[in-house]
C-alpha cells in the first residue's frame, strides 16, 4: 500500500464517540469528479433530484471533458458535476464546493481547484495506486501533501473494494461491477445531507426499469454508501443541513434544460391543438431533445432522425406547411447547413421553431462547452433580408416558458423563430414546479377565414399587425402554391417586379418589428443604480448573483437581461440610457453589445466578455463590475 494510503486509511476507523459538528447552512455545493466513464453524470443527476424533492432549490453544472474519450485515470479525461442546493433561490452552480468528491487521482488533481479551502474531500484509496499517480502526474506517493491539503478534511475510504465486496454474490461482470463505484460515492454523499434514500431508488428502478438486476445492484450499493458514512462517522468533520425556509406548494422535478425545452414544445403543440413534429440530426449538445420527444409519440408527437441538417430542418418546413407546429433541433454547425431552409421558411411565412443549443466553435470546436458565439448568427446569418424573431433561455427551468414563447409567436405570426440554449443551461439542472397549463397563455394560430373563400390569395394579412392568414392543406376553396420565389402581395403568382420585392421585404419586417413582447425588466438597484449589468441569456444567474452580493456590500447595482433580442422590448432605449454607467456581460466577443448599439442611438456601454466554454465565475465578475465602478 502506497505511504498515502497507509497513512489515510487510519481516517476510516473513527469511532462513534467523536462528536460530529452539524453545520446548519442556507447553501452548499458539491462536486462529483472521475473519469469519464465513472458515471458522474448520473451520480449527480441523482443527488440533484433527491435535494429537489425536499424542496431545495437548485443548480447544476454537468462539466465533460473536451476529450471525452481520453485514457482512464489521465487527466483530460476527467468529468465533473456540480451541484449547488440551497434554502432559497440558487442562481448560480457556484464556483467553489463544500464537498469534493474525486473517484481518482486525476479527479483531485484537476478538481481541487474547485473545492474551498475547508472543504470535505471524498476519495477513493483504491483508485490511488502508483499507476494511478503517475497517469496524475503526481511527483510523490503522498497526494495530498503535495498539494497542501489536509488530511483531517478527507475521508478516504477503499471504495472499489468495497463494491467489489458488496456485489460478490450478484453475479455481474468485474467490469459491471466497478461501474457502480459512483453509487458508492453517492450514498455517502447522501449521509452527509442526511437525504431520503427512497427517492435515489426510484430513480435508478425507473431509469433501469428493463434492467431491474441492475437497478437493484446499484441501490445495494448506494445503501452501503450511506451505512458506512453512518458506521463510521466519515463526515465527522463537517455533516451538512440544508432545510428549505419557504416551501412553495407543488410537484418539483429536477429538470435538465434540454428536458424543459422539450416540454415546452409539447405544452405549446397541446395548447394550439396542434400535432408536433421534430426533424432533427443528433449533434452535441442539442441530442437529448430529440431522445426525449421521441418518447412521447403517445402524445402526439412525431420525431424524424434525418439523414442531416439541412433535411432536418427541410422536413420541419413541410411538416409546417401541412399544418403541424414544427421544430427542429441543432447546435451552431448546425444553423450553418439549415441556413436555405430557415429562409424558405422566412419567404414562405411559416411558423417554425429552429431550436439553437449553443457550444464551443468555431467548425465543429468545443462541442461539449458552452458559450453564447451564436447570436450574430441566428440574427444575421442568412442571404437576403430575413428578419427571424430570437429568444434566449434564461436557465434550465426557463426553457419550458422559453420554448412555450418561440410557439407562440412562430404559430401567431408566422414565422420562423430561433431560441438559443447554451451547452450550460441545457446539460445543467434546476428544481422544476410542474405549470399548470392552464395558466398559460392561449395559442391562437390565424387560420384563414371561411368568409374569405373564393377571394382568399396566400399572402392575404391582417391588417392589425401584417400577420398572413394560415391556409392548411385540404380545406376546400383555399388551394395555393408556396415557394422560395418572391411572389406577388396581391395574386401569390411569382413576381419580379422590383417594386412588390421591396414591398415584401418591408412589410416581412414590420410583421417582426411588430411583435408584442413583455418590457425589460431591472433588478435591483432599479431607480438610483450606479452601474447597471447587462447580459442575455444563460449567463443571468451569475450576472444576478454577481449583483446581489455586490448590493449586499452596499454598492448600488442593477440588472437588465434580455430573453427576448429580436424585436427588442420597447423600453430598452429608456433602461439603457437611464443609468451612468452600463457593462454588457456575455460569453463572446460583445456581440449583443454590437446589437444593441445599433438599435439604440448613441450607446456605448463598457463589455465583459470571455470565450472559455465555461460559465462566468460570480467573485470574477465581482472584482471586474466593482473595478468598473470606481474608474
Not at 468485474?174 to 454523499?189: D, H, Q, Y
Not at 403543440?269 to 421534430?278: F, I, Q, T, V
Amino acid at each position: 500500500m502506497p505511504k498515502f494510503a497507509a497513512s489515510i486509511f487510519t481516517l476510516i476507523n473513527k469511532t462513534m464517540s467523536e462528536q460530529i459538528i452539524v453545520k446548519e447552512r442556507d447553501e452548499v455545493i458539491v462536486r462529483f469528479s472521475g473519469d469519464s466513464g465513472d458515471g458522474m453524470q448520473l451520480a449527480g443527476n441523482i443527488f440533484s433530484t433527491v435535494s429537489a424533492t425536499v424542496g431545495n432549490d437548485i443548480c447544476t453544472f454537468p462539466d465533460y471533458p473536451a476529450d471525452i474519450r481520453a485514457p482512464q485515470g489521465s487527466l483530460t479525461g476527467v468529468s465533473g458535476f456540480q451541484v449547488h442546493i440551497g434554502s432559497g433561490k440558487v442562481y448560480t452552480p457556484g464556483d467553489l464546493c463544500d464537498v469534493l468528491v474525486a473517484m481518482n487521482a486525476a479527479a483531485l488533481k484537476t478538481q481541487y481547484r474547485y473545492a474551498k479551502p475547508d472543504a470535505t474531500i471524498i476519495i477513493d484509496t483504491d483508485s490511488f495506486g502508483p499507476a494511478d499517480l503517475k497517469k496524475a502526474a503526481f511527483a510523490t506517493e503522498d497526494p495530498l501533501a503535495e498539494m497542501n491539503i489536509d488530511a483531517d478534511r478527507v475521508v478516504a475510504c477503499p471504495i472499489t473494494q468495497m463494491v467489489k465486496d458488496c456485489l460478490a454474490d450478484s453475479g455481474m461482470e468485474p467490469k459491471a461491477v466497478l461501474k457502480c463505484r459512483n453509487m458508492f460515492a453517492l450514498g455517502l454523499v447522501c449521509w452527509l445531507f442526511d437525504r431520503d434514500l427512497n427517492v435515489a431508488f426510484n430513480y435508478l428502478r425507473e431509469k433501469f426499469a428493463k434492467k431491474p438486476a441492475l437497478a437493484e445492484a446499484n441501490i445495494k450499493v448506494i445503501q452501503a454508501g450511506y451505512d458506512y458514512g453512518h458506521n463510521t462517522h466519515s463526515s465527522a468533520t463537517n455533516v451538512y443541513r440544508v432545510e428549505t425556509k419557504h416551501k412553495v406548494p407543488g410537484r418539483y422535478m429536477d429538470i435538465t434544460g434540454n428536458k424543459a425545452t422539450a416540454y415546452g414544445f409539447i405544452a405549446a403543440a397541446e395548447k394550439a391543438g396542434l400535432k408536433l413534429y421534430l426533424g432533427s440530426y443528433p449533434i452535441t449538445p442539442a441530442t437529448d431533445v430529440l431522445h426525449e420527444l421521441s418518447k412521447h409519440k403517445s402524445l402526439g408527437v412525431t420525431t424524424v432522425q434525418c439523414e442531416d441538417e439541412i433535411a432536418g430542418c427541410a422536413s420541419a418546413v413541410g411538416a409546417s406547411f401541412a399544418g403541424a407546429l414544427a421544430v427542429t433541433s441543432t447546435s451552431g454547425p448546425g444553423i450553418c447547413l439549415k441556413s436555405e431552409a430557415m429562409n424558405l421558411a422566412v419567404i414562405m411565412e411559416l411558423p417554425l421553431v429552429v431550436l439553437d443549443v449553443q457550444r464551443g466553435g468555431p467548425a465543429t470546436g468545443l462541442p461539449t462547452k458552452s458559450e453564447q458565439t451564436d447570436l450574430l448568427q441566428v440574427l444575421f446569418g442568412r442571404n437576403g433580408e430575413s428578419p427571424m424573431p430570437v429568444l434566449a433561455a434564461t436557465s434550465p427551468t426557463d426553457c419550458f416558458d422559453a420554448a412555450y414563447m418561440a410557439c407562440k409567436i412562430a404559430l401567431e405570426h408566422m414565422t420562423p423563430v430561433v431560441l438559443l440554449t447554451d451547452a450550460f443551461v441545457a446539460n445543467g439542472s434546476g428544481a422544476f414546479r410542474l405549470p399548470n397549463l392552464a395558466e398559460y397563455a392561449a395559442i391562437n394560430p390565424p387560420y384563414v377565414p371561411e368568409e374569405l373563400k373564393g377571394t382568399w390569395t396566400p399572402y392575404q394579412r391582417q391588417e392589425e399587425n401584417g400577420v398572413r392568414y394560415w391556409a392548411v392543406p385540404g380545406r376546400e376553396g383555399f388551394q395555393h402554391i408556396l415557394g422560395g420565389l418572391e411572389k406577388d402581395n396581391k395574386t401569390g403568382a411569382i413576381s419580379t417586379d422590383p417594386e412588390n420585392h421591396d414591398l415584401m421585404t418591408r412589410l416581412r419586417q414590420q410583421k417582426i418589428d411588430a411583435i408584442p413582447v413583455p418590457d425589460l425588466v431591472v433588478e435591483g438597484d432599479a431607480e438610483d443604480a450606479e452601474l447597471l449589468i447587462v447580459g442575455f441569456g444563460g449567463t443571468y444567474g451569475h450576472l444576478h448573483a454577481a449583483m446581489d452580493e455586490m448590493r449586499a456590500t452596499g454598492k448600488k447595482v442593477a440588472l437588465a437581461h434580455f430573453k427576448y433580442i429580436n424585436p427588442l422590448p420597447k423600453n430598452t432605449a429608456e433602461v439603457l440610457r437611464k443609468y451612468p454607467k452600463v457593462v454588457v456581460a456575455e460569453q463572446n466577443s460583445g456581440q449583443l453589445a454590437a446589437w444593441l448599439r445599433m438599435k439604440v442611438d448613441g450607446f456605448s456601454p463598457c463589455q465583459y466578455n470571455e470565450v472559455k466554454g465555461q460559465p462566468f465565475s460570480t467573485n470574477q465578475l465581482i472584482n471586474v463590475f466593482t473595478k468598473m465602478m470606481e474608474e
